[in-house]
């Protein structure tokens, strides 16, 4: 009976690869990787050649997922990765993790680099108690979603596109108030890493100004 392991993988400094993460690269039979192309520069960066890598992303995961199923039955190691980060957290490696679950596979995810939770950590807002809502809907049922967290006690935690922040934090000001305290962290671990605290009011100010690049996490304290 094979094994899936998820591995994590840098969300920008390279050097925040786990020694356990290269082995299990190294000794994988097959990688199952959500864009072949990172996953390529990334082993190439490691030194690790000779490696099947095989698609599983957005766009193909129903599709192909009981297929993905068997081949971790024949294989003797798996490996499931992302683009950058822990796969399954927003993110369709998770459909891969519950059905070879559901099919009594052994899986094991090996701890590393996620976004939220340094994100969470440096914007200085409680993290004893939050919840994590991954990205905002695109259209239905992103009002819904705001309102929802009006009166939330706990840290909000959100992913966002740089492409949309305007747009959330323009929403924050109308739906949650001007005066909530928000922090933006953008590029985490890369070069031009960037905490922004304030008001939404503010933080909103000082993007319309700068626009920016990059992953983004948005931030929003408790009420």
Request: charged residues 25%; neutral net charge; hydrophobic residues 40%.
């Amino acid at each position: 009976m094979g094994e899936l392991i998820v591995v994590p993988t840098p969300i920008g400094n390279l050097e925040d690869i786990t020694l356990r993460a290269i082995r299990m690269l190294k000794e994988a039979d097959l990688i199952y990787s959500e864009d072949t192309r990172v996953t390529k520069r990334l082993l190439n960066h490691l030194e690790i050649a000779g490696k099947q890598i095989v698609a599983f992303h957005a766009h193909n995961e129903h599709k192909q997922l009981e297929r993905c199923v068997q081949t971790v039955k024949e294989n003797t190691l798996t490996v499931l990765v992302s683009d950058a980060g822990t796969p399954a957290i927003s993110d369709p490696g998770f459909l891969l993790v519950r059905a070879c679950v559901e099919e009594n596979l052994p899986v094991s995810c090996l701890p590393g680099p996620t976004a939220f939770v340094p994100a969470l950590v440096g914007s200085g807002f409680p993290c004893d108690r939050f919840i994590y809502e991954g990205f905002l809907p695109h259209k239905k049922g992103r009002q819904t979603k705001w309102l929802s967290i009006k009166d939330e006690e706990r840290t909000v935690v959100f992913y966002e596109s740089p492409h949309r922040i305007l747009k959330a934090l323009e929403e924050c000001v109308e739906l949650l108030g001007p005066e909530r305290e928000v922090c933006v962290a953008r590029e985490i671990s890369k070069l031009f890493e960037e905490f922004k605290r304030g008001t939404a009011a503010e933080v909103l100010a000082y993007y319309k100004a700068k626009p920016p690049k990059g992953e983004i996490v948005l931030m929003i304290k408790g009420k």
